[in-house]
């Protein structure tokens, strides 16, 4: 550990070396606040061939004879020049010390405090396996990038997420999206249950951490406002009796009111069966679908389908179909509970 002045001493071997490289030695800095890494930086320092020749001569040194690769033809010693060469004096007991100076770029100033929530809600509480979560914080990234692919990187724009979870696992998460203030991401498949830490790396060096619960479910519903609030991001699924299909929009953006408000739905002729279509996070793994339940205006609706949507990573779905007693109900919420754990609440109008 550097004293307040930032110095370091220690004492070691003359090295010895391999076949490709000159004599050298690697070291790192690495900062920490309080046990979390904030910055690491690795390097290398190598001797004076004339002082290496010296020292060879002697034992043990001398039994491995012939070194093959010199400061003058190594091409990291030629990179880094007079920068990487440590110049050594003797210390007159068969030794020699040496002092090196070394300047730091791109030192963390602190490390951001960051919070994990669900994207589909932005509400406090549990992160399910597998769903997607929003971050915030300061300082977390140097640009706004968004994942292109579907299948998500665990860098972007030089930034990682890595969750070490409640058994000691460290993993990265998918990243969907990463700003000075925001990532979205995938909480990594496989993480245990329990209490999980969150840091932020950048180029390497930790820029924030938090605290996050992982849990096997933990519900939550998009909707169409984007703030978990509203009229949910659905479909309104129609089968006729001849078998023909339909979908319909459930949202529509109103400029008088500058905000997205619920398309009544008709529930049509007695035979039609109507199915809202909706989608959120946080609910694949639930531990069947019968422990999937959903009333509608309070009267209970049949869950046909809640589990992965299959397209787009952490995205889930779940089929309900509108009871038809609910004709004429206007505004009435929808009310999904997944394992005994229920999502945040959205509304429809039905017609």
């Known amino acids: ?35 979390t890494q904030t910055y690491e930086f690795t390097s290398q320092l190598v001797f004076d ?14 039994a491995r004879p012939n070194r093959n690769t010199r400061n003058s033809n190594d091409g990291i010693a030629q990179q880094g020049g007079s920068a990487i060469l440590l110049n050594v004096t003797s210390d007159g007991a068969g030794g020699y010390t040496g002092t090196f100076a070394l300047g730091l770029t791109g030192v963390p100033a602190s490390v951001a405090a960051v919070s994990s929530v669900s994207a589909a809600t932005f509400a406090s509480g549990a992160l399910a396996n597998d769903s997607i979560a929003a971050l915030f914080g300061t300082g977390l990234a140097t640009s706004t990038v968004a994942a292109t692919t579907t299948t998500l990187p665990t860098t972007l724009g030089g930034v990682q997420l890595q969750i070490i979870d ?25 993480t ?19 605290a996050a619960t992982i849990a096997s479910v933990a519900p939550g519903i998009f909707t169409a406002n984007s703030s978990g609030r509203g009229v949910p991001a659905a479909l309104v699924f129609r089968l006729k ?32 069966q109507v199915f809202l279509i909706g989608y959120g996070t946080g609910l694949k793994n639930r531990s069947s679908l019968a ?50 754990k229920t999502a945040s609440t959205v509304t429809i109008n039905i017609k």
């Not at 000691?168 to 498949?189: D, E, K, M």
Request: a negative charge; glycine letters at 12%.
């Open 49 to 62: 061939d004339t002082l290496t020749d010296q020292v060879y001569t002697q034992a043990p040194y001398n």
């Open 1 to 35: 550990m550097t004293d307040a002045n930032g110095y370091v001493e220690f004492t070691t071997i003359y090295p010895g070396w391999y076949s490709g490289r000159t004599v050298h030695f690697h070291y790192k800095v690495r900062l920490f606040n309080g046990t």
């Open 291 to 340: 422990m999937v339940t959903a009333t509608i205006g309070g009267t209970a609706a049949a869950v046909s389908y809640a589990g992965e949507q299959g397209t787009y990573a952490g995205l889930d779905q779940f089929n309900v179909a509108i009871p038809r007693s609910l004709a004429g109900r206007g505004s009435v919420d929808v009310v999904l509970s997944v394992d005994g």
């Open 192 to 210: 245990a249950a329990g209490s999980a830490v969150v840091n932020v790396l950048l180029n390497g060096s930790t820029v924030g951490t938090g």
């Open 241 to 272: 009796a001849d078998g023909s299909q339909s979908y319909e929009s459930l949202a529509r953006f109103d400029s008088a009111q500058n905000a997205y408000v619920a398309t009544p739905i008709d529930l049509g002729a007695s035979t039609d």
């Open 166 to 190: 409640s058994a000691g696992t460290t993993r990265n998460a998918p990243l969907f999206f990463v700003s000075p203030t925001q990532i979205n991401y995938q909480v990594p498949s496989g």
